[in-house]
């Protein structure tokens, strides 16, 4: 099969010809039909992530049909349209028994423990606990939009933040992470406040339901959010993980307000600096976000089958698998506004 493989981290990425998968008896073989572009590959790209095994072939947000079904497959069958979570539980564990697939203590990752959907097949194991059936009117670009960004926010700002309606809510990066997040707390009523340092990205953020937005690169940040909010945010999510917005996250809040941590903050980020004074002081709650569960997905997909939520408007460009090659190690440009989906092979 065609797959992008890169051989060392930080090399130019190949398209190439690698051997078709086969899946494990608990497993399935997907053929990719539309797989996401993240931010999350750029940093597998760069060696920020220790389970990535070179060779490496990338992507961990895609969706498509079963080519193949493992012997010990109860559930799903060839021709399903499915999608997976960008982390996969292994049914056994502690987590996973209380629910939480999400921090599986044995969890299989496309694209960084095991190879990944930057291919026409991928490979995923455990079918049965972390397939997701896909409703038929969904194509696949928007399927593989909900994998990693937006399926992440829905488990941050309803499940970690428990956002309600009529709360304020900042946002800090209107990446795909961040949009996502954007609609998913507009949907439930909150009052959104989006920041980042593009207008295109934030008047983006203003169509899909952001009430106000910010110029991170224009005014100060937490002046601008105290105001607009009355003296800070219920809940504030860093979308786009920096020792900037992680700060700014927390800081901005009101009392007893909750920081989301969900975008990634690696190498030499790792242990930036949290303002601890006012989280002791104004009893401020801090939550990481990693992923969501298989068994969550039905309650996201059935508000965006009833129409309060819209993701196919984040997608901003679709492209090919060789395009994707070198648009890999050009993440950290961050040019593009919306989330980008590779559905060409």
């Not at 049914?91 to 095991?114: L, Y």
């Not at 901005?252 to 990634?264: E, M, S, T, Y």
């Amino acid at each position: 099969m065609k797959a992008i493989l890169y051989e060392s981290f930080q090399s130019l990425p190949v398209i190439t010809q690698v051997p078709d998968p086969t899946p494990s008896k608990s497993g399935v073989v997907i053929e990719v039909k539309a797989t996401g572009l993240c931010r999350s590959d750029w940093h597998a790209w760069m060696g920020h992530d220790t389970d990535i095994q070179l060779p490496h072939v990338p992507g961990h947000e895609f969706a498509g049909t079963i080519q193949a079904v493992g012997s010990e497959v109860r559930n799903w069958k060839v021709g399903d349209r499915v999608t997976v979570p960008f982390i996969s539980g292994c049914g056994k564990c502690p987590e996973c028994a209380s629910g939480n697939h999400q921090v599986c203590d044995d969890q299989f990752q496309p694209g960084f423990t095991n190879w990944g959907s930057f291919a026409e097949y991928v490979a995923i194991d455990r079918a049965d606990i972390n397939l997701v059936t896909l409703p038929e009117f969904m194509n696949f670009q928007t399927a593989a939009s909900l994998g990693c960004r937006f399926a992440t926010s829905f488990r941050a700002v309803v499940d970690q933040g428990k956002v309600t309606g009529g709360q304020w809510v900042a946002i800090h990066g209107c990446g795909g992470v961040g949009l996502s997040a954007i609609m998913i707390a507009n949907a439930l009523g909150a009052n959104v406040i989006a920041i980042d340092i593009d207008e295109k990205k934030l008047e983006l953020a203003r169509k899909i339901g952001a009430a106000a937005t910010v110029n991170a690169k224009q005014v100060s940040v937490l002046e601008a959010i105290r105001a607009i909010s009355n003296g800070g945010v219920h809940v504030s999510i860093d979308a786009l993980g920096s020792p900037a917005t992680l700060f700014n996250s927390v800081s901005c809040l009101r009392k007893r307000g909750k920081h989301i941590q969900v975008g990634l903050l690696l190498a030499d980020q790792i242990n930036s600096p949290i303002p601890m004074n006012l989280v002791l002081s104004k009893e401020l709650e801090i939550y990481g976000s990693h992923g969501m569960q298989a068994w969550r997905y039905p309650e996201m997909i059935q508000m965006i089958t009833s129409g309060k939520m819209n993701p196919e408007l984040l997608i901003g460009r679709t492209i090919s698998l060789e395009v994707a090659a070198k648009a890999l190690t050009e993440m950290d440009e961050f040019r593009d506004a919306g989330v980008t989906i590779i559905d060409q092979f």
